[in-house]
């Protein structure tokens, strides 16, 4: 498949501001997607290359993209910057000056997905000494190989600015009317979304096998589940009505929320945006494998900092000291952390994401062993709003 196809595409899809518009756009260029390589438009189309919580990113800054663009082009670097500072936008930028590269090439073959896909791909991965002349080599290559409006979103994308507005509920409109039969199958899709956060699997299986796929679509360990978040009311009274007069409620405690994926002796972390952050608080992985009695599960807890002495609860701010590269160990020992669970969502073999709350706190209740760092949150069973 031709990249310029897509590039048509998001031309489209920039120029309107309509969500039907670029809901209908989308939908006909994943009709003409090969099933095989949909999961690479998907993820192109979202910005990246890869579900959000892959820790791998292209990481390309505008210096390095200016670059590769004076390479491809042949024209100094001097007059693309001063040409950004007027569009402010890479991908105009590269567009204009791919139009006026001073090298012809006869004889090109067309860019194809596969093309930009793969050299993004290895962009992503190339690390180490020499990582960024690499980078800038191979992007320079792929913007030789494109013609103008392709150059344009090929610098967006490796930027990470690709501008086309389109939300990922616009996608699963879109694979809903392309491979379910129309908007009705957006439920079944977005649900099989949520559970695995990885929009390019969700399509490749939505196209493939079609909803029978996406009903058979499950839960797996390492994939996080999208985070069920909170909705505002103004008044014990108002959530109590909300509820039917009867609710749970739990403390809110002062930390960062994460999500435990645990498979055998291996734990992860996942933030709340989905990031991995396993490698700030291997202390809380530590208290996972020792308190954690089940093989697999994935649980959700808040990583709260605490002081071992008292026992008290510092907060939020104090585990911003664990956001580093480098001295986590001297951070373990400055601020530790103390788990309180709230929620399992899967266990052993279990999908627990459609039973109700009763059922999943008491599945925690018995998959973790309490202790004065891993803790279950408190609640309170209540049909008063003053005891609320």
Excluded: W
Aim: proline residues 3%; hydrophobic residues 40%.
């Amino acid at each position: 498949m031709r990249y310029l196809t897509i590039a048509d595409a998001y031309e489209k899809i920039e120029a309107t501001t309509k969500r039907l518009e670029m809901t209908d756009l989308l939908v006909e260029v994943l009709k003409k997607t090969p099933k095989e390589i949909i999961d690479k438009v998907v993820y192109l189309t979202q910005g990246r290359i890869y579900p959000d919580f892959v820790d791998l990113e292209i990481g390309v800054a505008e210096k390095l993209a200016i670059k590769a663009i004076a390479r491809a082009s042949g024209l100094r670097e001097s007059e693309i910057e001063e040409d950004l500072k007027t569009t402010g936008d890479i991908g105009e930028t590269a567009q204009k000056f791919m139009a006026k590269k001073t090298q012809v090439t006869f004889f090109q073959q067309p860019l194809t997905v596969q093309k930009v896909y793969e050299t993004l791909d290895k962009m992503a991965k190339t690390s180490g000494s020499g990582a960024v002349d690499l980078k800038m080599a191979l992007l320079a290559g792929l913007l030789a190989a494109a013609i103008p409006k392709e150059a344009k979103y090929i610098a967006r994308t490796v930027t990470g600015n690709l501008r086309l507005g389109i939300a990922d509920m616009t996608v699963l409109d879109a694979l809903a009317i392309a491979y379910g039969g129309g908007k009705e199958a957006r439920e079944l899709i977005e649900r099989a979304y949520n559970i695995s956060s990885d929009l390019g699997r969700v399509a490749k299986n939505v196209a493939g096998k079609g909803l029978k796929g996406i009903r058979k679509f499950q839960v797996l360990v390492g994939e996080p589940i999208r985070p069920m978040l909170a909705e505002r009311l103004s008044s014990p009274e108002e959530i109590l009505e909300k509820l039917g007069g009867r609710c749970i409620a739990e403390y809110k405690y002062d930390g960062e929320r994460i999500q435990i994926h645990k498979k055998g002796d291996e734990v992860v972390l996942f933030s709340r945006r989905l990031e991995n952050i396993s490698s700030q608080y291997p202390d809380a992985i530590g208290l996972i494998q020792k308190h954690a009695k089940v093989k697999n599960a994935i649980l959700e807890a808040e990583c709260v900092a605490v002081d071992t002495d008292t026992g008290e609860m510092k907060p939020f701010q104090e585990l911003m000291h664990r956001r580093r590269k480098y001295g986590v160990q001297k951070a373990m020992e400055e601020y530790p952390v103390s788990l309180f669970m709230f929620d399992a969502l899967y266990v052993d073999g279990k999908d627990l994401t459609l039973e109700p709350y009763p059922v999943r706190r008491k599945a925690l209740e018995e998959a973790i062993k309490e202790s004065e760092r891993v803790n279950i949150s408190k609640y309170l069973i209540t049909s008063s709003a003053k005891e609320l």
